[in-house]
């Protein structure tokens, strides 16, 4: 029926235009591709006549309007009427209307932030709900801020300059079966990651066994913690913040291990080691004798990387493979979700942002350079403004893709183990396709809800920028 309604419509056009052009101007035998080219041209030429000049592009537009609307808008209307029905047919007249009772079973709950105090329909949907928000919360961050910084690299004057570029971007072109594929291979027990942390382990246990003692981590740590208060006191104004927060990261955890404060009895050498790594930085940042107090903690991070008993600490005993994917009470499902999830659309808004950076003038890092401007603060006061019309962009679109997540937990983890990486969509193609006794009310309902939710972050992102930029 379709491809005999075209057939009749381009009879038409070429009929109907070949005797309209003709009845209105003369054609030679050498003006046949003219006659072609203004054959093509009828469509414009008749919606002139009819809308006008000013209402030719809007006549352009209309068929491709009438089918976006039939594929996006009357989906739209037909799912929030299947919302108000029940019964399990998918035929529209033959489901009865039950108004917002769908709705009301998702909201029969002693308290919405406990899933477990809800229905069987309210528990699902709530759990699946709170983990896509858990996800959306940590995923975003970091999908930006890794987009951002690659961005950052990748506009810069480097070798190879094109092939990172392309590499970055290679994962976006891949299937997210294929990105399941790929990830399940590396991380199930028997994969790739288990077989090269155990080749690790034995190799650093050889090494350990030949020296008498773990003097490899002492001086593996030893380099490290030299290599980074070189760089933070290389700067030439006063230390790096960057490389201070990095140093800060390893006195801390130096801290946790050597555990000083245990040499007099006392509890709270973490602590201790966090607020005097919060201390160096805050001096760092307000440049408050930072170079000495930079200097005492390196000390003081020697003093205790001597005072570990490594023998005691680094154990390497037997490694015993991982299933990363399905381990419980662990947090490793949802950390390589965020993982795979990143690894595979960072490419995408890396892309996005680097057409902002490029679009900076380079007059003006020029000038700040004149002006003896660190590179740390033309970042903040040229390209993060700057750039910031973009980034919004790239915020919005991965809030709305987090949102959406569905390939990647269903092919990785399935929503388990138990409930943990359950998100919110596969809890509607659940309830709608996966189920003995499909519920397409209530996963319509569910999805409408999803995209109220969608909706709220978009318009307070949209809000809180425009805002920020009236500043």
Same mark, same amino acid.
């Given at each position: 029926?379709?491809? !005999?309604?075209?057939?009749?419509?381009?009879?038409?056009?070429?009929?109907?235009?070949?005797?309209?052009?003709?009845?209105?101007?003369?054609?030679?035998?050498?003006?046949?591709?003219?006659?072609?080219?203004?054959?093509?041209?009828? /469509?414009?030429?008749?919606?002139?006549?009819?809308?006008?000049?000013?209402?030719?592009?809007? =006549?352009?537009?209309? /068929?491709?309007?009438?089918?976006?609307?039939?594929?996006?808008?009357?989906?739209?209307?037909?799912?929030?009427?299947?919302?108000?029905?029940?019964?399990?047919?998918?035929? !529209?007249?033959?489901?009865?209307?039950?108004?917002?009772?769908?709705?009301?079973?998702?909201?029969?709950?002693?308290?919405?932030?406990?899933?477990?105090?809800?229905?069987?329909?309210?528990?699902?949907?709530?759990?699946?709900?709170?983990?896509?928000?858990?996800?959306?919360?940590?995923?975003?961050?970091?999908?930006?801020?890794?987009?951002?910084?690659?961005?950052?690299?990748?506009?810069?004057?480097?070798?190879?300059?094109?092939?990172?570029? =392309?590499?970055?971007?290679?994962?976006?072109?891949?299937?997210?079966?294929?990105?399941?594929?790929?990830?399940?291979?590396? !991380?199930?027990?028997?994969?790739?990651?288990?077989?090269?942390?155990?080749?690790?382990?034995?190799?650093?246990?050889?090494?350990?066994?030949?020296?008498?003692?773990?003097?490899?981590?002492?001086?593996?740590?030893?380099?490290?913690?030299?290599?980074?208060?070189?760089?933070?006191?290389?700067?030439? +104004?006063?230390?790096?913040?960057?490389?201070?927060?990095?140093?800060?990261?390893?006195?801390?955890?130096? =801290?946790?291990?050597?555990? /000083?404060?245990?040499?007099?009895?006392?509890?709270?050498?973490?602590?201790?080691?966090?607020? !005097?790594?919060?201390?160096?930085?805050?001096?760092?940042?307000?440049?408050?004798?930072?170079?000495?107090?930079?200097?005492?903690?390196?000390?003081?991070?020697?003093?205790?990387?001597?005072?570990?008993?490594?023998?005691?600490?680094?154990?390497?005993?037997?490694?015993?493979?991982?299933?990363?994917?399905?381990?419980?009470?662990?947090?490793?499902?949802?950390?390589?979700?965020?993982?795979?999830?990143?690894?595979?659309?960072?490419?995408?808004?890396?892309?996005?942002?680097?057409?902002?950076? +490029?679009?900076?003038?380079?007059?003006?890092?020029?000038?700040?350079?004149?002006?003896?401007?660190?590179?740390?603060?033309?970042?903040?006061?040229?390209?993060? /403004?700057?750039?910031?019309?973009?980034?919004?962009?790239?915020?919005?679109?991965?809030?709305?893709?987090?949102?959406?997540?569905?390939?990647?937990?269903?092919?990785?983890?399935?929503?388990?183990?138990?409930?943990?990486?359950?998100?919110?969509?596969?809890?509607?193609?659940?309830?709608?396709?996966?189920?003995?006794?499909?519920?397409?009310?209530?996963?319509?309902?569910?999805?409408?809800?999803? =995209?109220?939710?969608?909706?709220?972050?978009?318009?307070? +992102?949209?809000?809180?920028?425009?805002? +920020?930029?009236?500043?």
């Amino acid at each position: 029926m379709a491809g !005999l309604l075209l057939a009749v419509l381009g009879a038409v056009w070429l009929l109907g235009g070949s005797l309209w052009l003709l009845s209105r101007r003369r054609y030679g035998l050498r003006q046949t591709p003219q006659f072609a080219m203004d054959l093509l041209g009828v /469509p414009v030429d008749l919606a002139q006549r009819v809308f006008g000049r000013g209402g030719v592009p809007y =006549a352009l537009l209309l /068929p491709n309007l009438l089918i976006f609307g039939f594929f996006t808008f009357l989906p739209m209307l037909l799912n929030l009427y299947v919302s108000m029905t029940g019964g399990s047919s998918i035929a !529209l007249f033959d489901r009865p209307f039950v108004g917002l009772q769908k709705f009301a079973e998702l909201f029969d709950c002693d308290n919405l932030l406990i899933p477990k105090t809800c229905t069987n329909a309210g528990y699902n949907f709530w759990t699946g709900m709170w983990n896509t928000l858990l996800f959306v919360v940590v995923q975003v961050p970091v999908m930006v801020a890794t987009a951002m910084v690659t961005a950052l690299v990748v506009n810069r004057d480097i070798k190879g300059r094109g092939f990172w570029r =392309a590499m970055f971007f290679y994962p976006v072109m891949l299937s997210p079966v294929v990105i399941a594929n790929i990830w399940n291979w590396v !991380l199930h027990r028997k994969g790739a990651l288990n077989a090269v942390v155990g080749e690790a382990q034995g190799g650093l246990t050889a090494l350990a066994g030949l020296a008498g003692f773990d003097i490899v981590m002492t001086v593996l740590m030893g380099i490290l913690l030299m290599v980074v208060t070189e760089r933070a006191l290389r700067a030439g +104004q006063g230390p790096s913040l960057a490389w201070t927060a990095v140093f800060a990261g390893l006195f801390v955890l130096l =801290a946790a291990r050597a555990q /000083p404060l245990s040499l007099l009895g006392l509890p709270g050498s973490t602590l201790a080691g966090a607020a !005097l790594a919060a201390g160096l930085l805050c001096c760092v940042a307000g440049d408050r004798a930072a170079r000495a107090a930079l200097t005492l903690a390196a000390v003081l991070a020697a003093a205790m990387l001597l005072a570990i008993q490594f023998d005691a600490v680094f154990d390497f005993g037997r490694y015993r493979p991982t299933n990363w994917l399905v381990t419980p009470n662990t947090g490793w499902p949802f950390f390589w979700l965020v993982f795979v999830f990143c690894w595979s659309h960072m490419g995408f808004y890396m892309l996005i942002l680097l057409a902002g950076l +490029q679009a900076i003038p380079r007059d003006l890092y020029e000038a700040a350079r004149m002006d003896a401007t660190t590179s740390w603060r033309a970042f903040w006061r040229i390209t993060l /403004p700057l750039v910031m019309p973009t980034l919004t962009v790239v915020i919005v679109l991965s809030l709305i893709r987090s949102f959406q997540i569905f390939d990647e937990v269903y092919l990785l983890t399935g929503g388990g183990p138990g409930r943990e990486t359950f998100m919110v969509v596969q809890n509607i193609y659940e309830t709608a396709f996966s189920s003995n006794n499909p519920d397409y009310g209530q996963a319509a309902a569910g999805s409408i809800l999803m =995209a109220l939710v969608i909706a709220v972050f978009t318009f307070a +992102q949209l809000w809180l920028t425009r805002r +920020q930029s009236e500043l």
